[in-house]
Every structure is written in C-alpha cells, then in structure tokens.
C-alpha cells in the first residue's frame, strides 16, 4: 500500500501547491562575502582589502567591514524579516476582508481548547 500511497501523496502535493504563492525570502541575491575565524592580530581593514585587490583584481571592493560576534545580529534580522512578513500579511488581510486582525496571548491554545 505503501508504494501506491507514495506516488498519490507527491501528485496531490503538487497539484495543491500550484496555487500557492510563496516566495523564499533567503535567495536574496547580494554581493556580500562573509568570512569567519580570521585571528583578531590579522583582522585589519586595510589589509583585508589589500589581499582582496591583489588576490581578485577583476572584482571591484566596495567596502570592508569586520564584525566579531553576529548570532544576536542573525536574530534580530530574522526576527525583523518575520515582523516585516507579518505587516505585509496583516495589510493584505485588512485590505481583503476589512477586518484588522486582533492578537490575544494565550499560551497552549493552539494544542488544547481547555486553555482558552
């Protein structure tokens, strides 16, 4: 049953995701270059680009700029991503439906209704 389950689950799939209209937001197309563990003694400005220059002369360097711990900034640019998403999502609603969207915090409702 297996086998013949397989197939039909991939074929309603991809009949159902045909109207869907996701757009991945990480394929963001950029000319940013990030490198990690380079020691602090040779994490200099100047000498960065000048390796940059000499070591890919067709590539032209705009700017250089040295960050040391990036997790708490990751974070907050995907939270800000997921605001931003959010907004968009709550606009469109309100613009379709002409109903804003209300937030009531209630932990574990989702799963139980006895939270509620």
Avoid: W
Wanted: charged content about 30%; some cysteine.
């Amino acid at each position: 049953i297996a086998f013949l389950m397989f197939p039909v689950a991939i074929f309603l799939m991809r009949r159902f995701s045909i109207g869907l209209k996701i757009t991945d937001t990480n394929l963001k197309i950029t000319r940013t270059l990030a490198i990690e563990n380079i020691p602090e003694k040779l994490c200099n400005i100047g000498d960065i680009k000048k390796h940059f220059d000499e070591a890919y002369p067709e590539f032209r360097i705009f700017d250089v700029q040295v960050v040391y711990d990036v997790t708490r900034l990751t974070q907050l640019a995907l939270d800000l991503e997921n605001v931003v998403d959010s907004k968009k999502f709550c606009e469109k609603y309100k613009a379709r439906k002409n109903v804003e969207l209300e937030m009531i915090p209630v932990g574990g409702a989702r799963c139980c209704k006895c939270f509620c």
